[in-house]
Nanobody, 115 residues
């Protein structure tokens, strides 16, 4: 059964940091390019960062220089290190492989940044 589990979210003050983790069942993470997405209340889900199976990365302009995506294929896990957090980063964060044929979405992890 394909499953993605996100964790590491929480409540943090502006300027703080969080590290999100995304663990996949079997080897689904280690075998695929992976993305982090986020969805704020009343907004569409947006792509935040991506990493290829070879380790190349890309970022949305809004997080460039503040967020870092990485992966540990041995642990079948992808990470999102988030620094200098801003209130506008508040959202539920999800991981998945790039579309259009995504895996079933996980429950996400809530990140709340207070001003």
């Amino acid at each position: 059964q394909v499953q993605l589990v996100e964790s590491g979210g929480g409540l943090v003050q502006a300027g703080g940091s969080l590290r999100l983790s995304c663990a996949g069942s079997g080897t689904i993470v280690s075998r695929n390019a992976m993305d982090w997405y986020r969805q704020a209340p009343g907004k569409q889900r947006e792509l935040v960062a991506g990493i290829t199976s070879g380790g190349s990365t890309n970022y949305a302009d809004s997080v460039k220089g503040r967020f870092t995506i990485s992966r540990d294929n041995a642990k079948n896990t992808v990470y999102l290190q988030m620094n200098s957090l801003k209130p506008e980063d508040t959202a539920v964060y999800y991981c998945n492989k790039p579309g259009p044929f995504n895996f079933p979405w996980g429950q996400g992890t809530q990140v709340t940044v207070s001003s």
